[in-house]
């Protein structure tokens, strides 16, 4: 199962009023397409604009509003710090604000180096307003980082001291709900919110950076509470095996919290740059273990994000090349491939939006389709219709010989 | 948003196995449909035969399984009356019953005058059996009328004293539920349809009506009990200033009650003879103060309650022509339009079915299905796909950039 991330899009008038997937060269998924089933599908549901963690669970077979416990959890067990009860997670960015705590830099001049000295300042804080608390903080790729606070009496209904824009001021954390553990949570956020920015500003790191002329990361700004989602394993839900290869974070908390084992691929890191011959490697090797393979290619949404129309179409072709290279290895008689999208992520809106992504399968005794492209509009003529992100597993384990029966 | 009441409808065999859509020659939806995006909606699920009540309510994006508690109360908004909780409302015909309680017309011979003066003996009455009650009753449009009971101890959960057929007798209201509160509701209903019956049979407005040779309102037929629905602000909802021109009292009831502005059209009637021009300028008008126009027509609706093929192909192609006013009108480069129905209402069957009816909606980004007619079969062959009522107005915020993300 191919996830990548950010995958449809909506025609561009500048571009013939084409999609990124329309103006790609992509053979291997087009053979895919023709041969196999094809359709679409909405993450959660039409029109429905989701974020990434929910859209990769319901893809993984999760119903999110079953399971979903807020992103921070996915992202802490992803980074390999471990929750229990009762704890709060958050996903951090290291951040640059100016004198008047106004947001200059989200992403800290995409600072990637030194980010685990600076995190010696941080993790083990002691909060003199919550005493009781523990505090561990760990930086993961780039300018992200996740915090936990440990101790009891905690909510994650607490609003994100991150104003998520630029030229905005850092927010005081308020509770969501009338509870003492809101209140307490919130109070503790904010804390360690202010004593990030005083421990860093004058950090040697920074000071290093400011002379280069770089933005320094002179602040911490959590988002995304969550508390340790209590999902059933992968294992007993579905009776497979499965195995993921990703350079994403997130992808691996919920791999983790699934119980999916996660392949340790040294050049996936999650960007443009990433190293799809190592990913496509570390997939075929995995395949004589596993019983399924998810690898999440997060190129395509970083391309949107961008609002990059050539970048993406130049990613997509490449993730293309790396699909064909996984069907020249793997017995298409024997197994099956899937190619999907967890989301839509238009170039010209740079968010992600409610739009449905494709949906091509290949594989033993699996209808063709004889639509001859993978792409938005060619989905919406395939044999497989229009369905939700948590149809999927039940398909794949239904061909793959593993669903079980419902009735008798 | 422009809803076509009782769009859809079946192949008619002596019409060439064409349905009214597919004779009707509407090149302004065509041109819409193959620009956009094209579909099918089933307003609630695949053959479920909706109500016009809980068919608009979906289409606004309000799940009628959670918000609908009866017709009557929606009449009673758009009739401009108040509902506090606990009490009922119903709508009700005028209607001529003979000397046995007999139907004879259901709709008094579609009486459009003189209802204001009939009224007056049935408004404030007095009941014997359930002194505590206040009554108002107050005409509508043509035959149609609503009724409420203010008081306490009252119940929805009552049967239709309106035997919905001719040749039947006018039925004895039932508690529908063991409860103290059903049975006075049921109680106070039977005392108020034969009282009207008493008071109105030797009205001076009937005996003339008579001379004329004109069916008399000897009585008033209630049915479709319903409790003011607490239902959230659509501007709450989806952060929309919404407004609405439409003729039908249900539809401003449900807009009322959900916090649309209704403009008021005076020659909006409603009707196939409903001044389509008038609206079409309302609507043209209210676009610089409103996120979402909702024009709802009623006509195609009545021609097919009234089983004519030619008067539903002819009044499709008013429609049309008028859909087209407002494309000229409104910046597609800018705007979004939504054409669809709420219902099919087959001419051969008269009444309302559950097939799925066609949407098709142009504007910004918006993929080119490339589908030439906007008709039930072309619809199937869409890019949209077979979506359910409830996913339209997600779809809609989506595009026009008012959605919420889901997750994170």
Redesign the interface.
């Known amino acids: 199962m191919i996830v990548l991330d950010g995958l449809g899009d909506?025609?561009?008038?500048s571009q013939g009023?084409r999609?990124p997937l329309e103006a790609a060269v992509t053979p291997n998924m087009d053979r895919l397409s023709k041969g196999g089933l094809l359709g679409?599908i909405d993450p959660?549901?039409?029109?429905?604009?989701?974020?990434?963690?929910?859209?990769n669970m319901a893809l993984l077979g999760y119903d999110?509003n079953r399971y979903?416990t807020?992103?921070g959890a996915l992202e802490a067990l992803g980074a390999g710090l471990v929750l229990h009860p009762g704890e709060i997670a958050f996903r951090c960015n290291f951040a640059t604000v100016d004198h008047s705590m106004r947001v200059v830099d989200r992403r800290a001049g995409r600072i990637h180096r030194y980010t685990s000295r600076l995190s010696k300042e941080l993790n083990r804080m002691k909060l003199e307003s919550t005493p009781d608390l523990k505090v561990e903080f760990k930086p993961t790729v780039e300018h992200r980082a996740v915090l936990v606070f440990r101790g009891s009496g905690l909510s994650r209904m607490v609003s994100d001291p991150d104003p998520k824009a630029h030229g905005l001021k850092v927010v005081q954390s308020k509770p969501l709900e009338k509870t003492h553990e809101a209140k307490k949570t919130a109070q503790a956020l904010n804390e360690f919110v202010r004593t990030s920015h005083e421990k860093l500003k004058h950090h040697q790191v920074n000071k290093e950076r400011i002379e280069r002329g770089e933005a320094p990361a002179n602040i911490v700004l959590p988002?995304?509470p969550g508390t340790n989602p209590e999902l059933p394993s992968f294992k007993t839900k579905f009776n497979l095996r499965a195995s993921c290869v990703t350079g994403t974070v997130l992808i691996k908390g919920i791999c983790r919290a699934t119980g999916v084992q996660v392949l340790h691929v040294r050049q996936a890191t999650g960007g443009l740059r990433t190293d799809l011959g190592a990913k496509v490697k570390s997939v075929i090797d995995s395949f004589a273990q596993s019983d399924l393979v998810f690898l999440h290619i997060k190129g395509a949404d970083v391309a949107s994000h961008d609002g990059d129309f050539k970048s993406k179409v130049r990613f997509l072709e490449e993730a293309d090349g790396a699909i064909g290279k996984i069907m020249d290895e793997v017995d298409i008689a024997e197994n099956y491939i899937l190619v999907t999208g967890d989301h839509s992520t238009?170039v010209?809106?740079r968010e992600?939006?409610?739009?449905p992504v494709p949906v091509a399968m290949g594989g033993p005794d699996v209808p063709s389709s004889r639509v001859t492209k993978f792409c938005?509009?060619a989905a919406?003529?395939g044999n497989l219709?229009?369905l939700r992100g948590l149809d999927l597993m039940p398909i794949v384990t239904d061909f793959i010989g593993r669903s079980s029966k419902f009735g008798n």
């Open positions: 909506r025609p561009v008038l009023y999609t679409l959660i549901s039409p029109g429905v604009k989701p974020g990434s963690d929910v859209a999110p979903y807020g992103r988002r995304g238009p010209e809106i992600h939006s409610g739009d938005e509009a919406s003529r219709g229009r």
